[in-house]
């Protein structure tokens, strides 16, 4: 599998500035692990998909658990904007969609 890279800049006269897709695996693990009531589907690893097309748009799908009694769409919500927001601050990016399926309720 080849590894995929969003360019920030192509060739210059100091060459090109990429960012491997596993920078942005990190930084929405980073916040799925800070963010309270939900966890990674079955405690995987790398819960979330990071595909980069040929536009250089950077879509990321991501897998979670909420725990029972949280708002499920409220969590949602905050689960895509930490992420966009983290990403931002990280990167400075701000083409990427971010799409959260809800795997299931941890009671």
Known sequence: MSKEYYTIEKGNNLGERNIGSSVFQSI????????????????KKNAAEITINDNNQVSIDVEIVVDYGKNVNKIVSKVQ????????????????????????IKF
């Open 28 to 43: 929405v693990m980073h916040v799925i692990n800070e963010l309270d009531g939900i966890s990674c589907e079955g405690g």
């Open 81 to 104: 904007s930490e992420i966009i927001s983290s990403i931002y601050q990280m990167i400075g990016f701000r083409n990427v969609k971010v799409n959260v399926n809800v795997d299931g």
